[in-house]
């Protein structure tokens, strides 16, 4: 019998990524001081800011030698400059800029031009995209104050069915307690994944430990490709108690960044929701824990691959009637 492994997983997410949109940065972690290093699978990406503050993103691999660009410098003008002979690109389009010591004169010979990445930017996340066709997705709202990155030495398929099997593997809330039982299995709501899980507050229950009262809810609705997945924490009132959203994104050699942002709910009755709000509400784990993940039982992951095939296969297939249609007109 064959061990299938992860690597044909990553591949087939990466690929059928290629007109999605990854969270790749959080916004303050681009500058214009500084190139910023990221991976998207095994496409190393340089990201950094112009001299109009736009963020910029190519393939973090030099044209001339494939020196990572990540390791130059970021120019007055807004491009970025090899650290190996110094040659210079606009991160808008890749175009070739300067190379020194050329005369004026001289054109530069046109293949070498960088893979310059499409950005969006919003709600403090920048996302690319390594499509030319891609469309510019709606922007996200606000920008929610608490955030982090990590990242966590498990693959992309393993952390998104983690986060869907027991998500105390992934994160914590304080005070909360997430439950073994789900209020809703993992079902397709609107060409994304979306569960909900019975969570207790972390109290001591009495007379005896089990309570079967679960007082807050957690949701969790994920795009079926990137994984990136927005949380809400609410209570049986439908009080929201907390938001955040995850974007993991899969980086080489098998670990997954993750990068998040979370804001707590303003109107929060009880006294643990009230607590939830004093010092750290929300973190993503840096590390997973492997005893904890290894006997971990498959329950809401289980549908999990059925339904991103599915949705996948549905989103192919409604692109290629569209662009039919359009030949055809
Ligand atoms: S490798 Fe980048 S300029 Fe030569």
Known sequence: MAFETDVSELAKVVKAAEQHWWA??????????KPFNVNIGDMPVVL??????????????????RAPLSLGCIRSEGWIQCGYHGW????????LKEIPNMKDKQKYPPVYRGNAFKVEESGGFIRICNSKNAVIPAPMGE?????????VALDHVHFVNALFDDPSLIFHI????????????????????????SCQWKTPHWPAPFSPEFPITLR???????????????????NELLYATLA?????????QVRWRAKIGANRPGIMAKLMGIGKSFAVLPHIDGAALRVLKPTASIHA?????NIVAREQAEAISDGSEKVAA
């Open 24 to 33: 790749a940065a959080r916004s303050e972690e681009v500058t214009n001081d």
């Open 48 to 65: 950094w800011r112009d001299n109009d503050g736009m963020a910029r993103a190519m393939e973090d691999r030099c044209p001339h030698r």
């Open 88 to 95: 210079s690109f606009d991160g808008e389009d890749g175009r």
């Open 143 to 151: 920008t929610m104050p608490m955030a982090g990155s990590v990242d």
């Open 174 to 197: 304080k005070g909360v307690y997430f439950t073994p039982y789900l209020m809703s299995e993992l079902i397709e709501e609107n060409g994304r994944l979306t569960m909900e899980r």
């Open 220 to 238: 969790i609705t994920t795009d079926p490709v990137t994984g990136e997945c927005d949380i809400l924490l609410r209570d049986d009132d439908f």
């Open 248 to 256: 993991p994104v899969p980086a080489a050699r098998g670990v997954t």
């Open 305 to 309: 691959e059925e339904l991103r095939a």
